[in-house]
């Protein structure tokens, strides 16, 4: 029954994580205004990434959540379940006087993954941080001879 706990902490902070995600998107908004993309393959990413930055910040917090809270041995992988949560949630509106472009729909498609791929980097580092895998000044002291 432990994954049951752990989906609906999942759940819980997929919903945490969304709630400060407007006034973040709106700070990133503010700090994206004026800027001018150009018409190359990573302009396009780099539009796209900028769109979905306040839910990927939102995204992030939520996979922190999940990778403290979740029990089990290797609890970052319930991070999948919030990533999954903020693709399917994705709400992009866009409204377009002509056709989009191959740039236009690498924008977009940018913008709703992008959250996932910070949640799953952001418990990625977290569960190997977790495991041990840095060096402490207690760590380091106790691996030189005496």
């Known amino acids: 029954m432990s994954w049951v706990r ?3 902490i999942s759940i819980g902070a997929f919903w945490i994580s969304h709630q400060p995600v407007v ?3 709106w700070l990133f908004g503010k700090a994206n205004s004026g800027i001018i993309y150009g018409d190359s393959f990573v302009s396009a990413i780099a539009l796209g990434a900028m769109s979905g930055m306040g839910r990927a910040v939102g995204a992030g917090l939520g996979a922190t ?6 029990t089990g041995l290797k609890p970052q992988r319930w991070a999948f379940v919030v990533a999954l949560l ?6 992009p509106r866009y409204h377009w006087v002509r056709t989009p472009t191959n740039w236009d729909r690498l924008s977009q498609s940018v913008d709703v993954l992008w959250p996932a791929v910070v949640c799953l980097s952001v418990a990625a580092i977290i569960g190997w941080l977790r495991r041990g895998h840095f060096i402490t000044a207690n760590s380091q002291a ?4 005496s």
């Open 65 to 70: 959540i999940v990778t403290f809270s979740a």
């Open 86 to 91: 903020y693709v399917v949630a994705a709400q």
């Open 142 to 145: 106790s691996r030189t001879p």
């Open 6 to 8: 752990n989906l609906l």
């Open 23 to 25: 006034l973040v998107a």
